[in-house]
Nanobody
Framework: VQLQASGGGLVQAGGSLSLSCAAS????????MGWYRQAPGKQRELVAS???????NYANSVKGRFTIARDGAKKTVTLQMNSLKLEDTAVYYC?????????WGKGTLVTVSS
C-alpha cells in the first residue's frame, strides 16, 4: 500500500492550500482517512480525520478553517486549508486505516510565512 501526498508548499498567512493524498496498492477497505502534522520540536498531532461513514474529527486549532473530504472511489482524501496561520507550519502526513493497520504517507511540508 502506498500513500502519495501532494499540495504542500509556501503560503502567506491568511492564504489557502489544498493537500491531497491518494492510496494505491492492495487496500480494499478503508475505514478512515486523515491528516496529521508535526511541527519542529513537537509531537505529531491529528489535524482532521474522516471515517467511512462520514464522521469527521478536527483539532480545535483548525476547526472552521480546515475541511477534510474523501473520494471513496478514488481512495483519495483532501484537506482544504483556509486562513492559514504561522502555527500551521508543519509536515503534514496522510493516514489511512484499513481496519487492520494504519498506513502513512511520507509527508508534505506546509510553510506559512508572515
Amino acid at each position: 500500500v502506498q500513500l502519495q501526498a501532494s499540495g504542500g508548499g509556501l503560503v502567506q498567512a491568511g492564504g489557502s492550500l489544498s493537500l491531497s493524498c491518494a492510496a494505491s496498492g492492495n487496500i480494499f477497505t478503508i475505514y478512515g482517512m486523515g491528516w496529521y502534522r508535526q511541527a519542529p520540536g513537537k509531537q505529531r498531532e491529528l489535524v482532521a480525520s474522516l471515517t467511512s461513514s462520514g464522521v469527521t474529527n478536527y483539532a480545535n486549532s483548525v476547526k472552521g478553517r480546515f475541511t477534510i473530504a474523501r473520494d471513496g472511489a478514488k481512495k483519495t482524501v483532501t484537506l482544504q486549508m483556509n486562513s492559514l496561520k504561522l502555527e500551521d507550519t508543519a509536515v503534514y502526513y496522510c493516514n489511512v486505516d484499513d481496519g487492520a493497520r494504519d498506513y502513512w504517507g511520507k509527508g508534505t511540508l506546509v510553510t506559512v510565512s508572515s
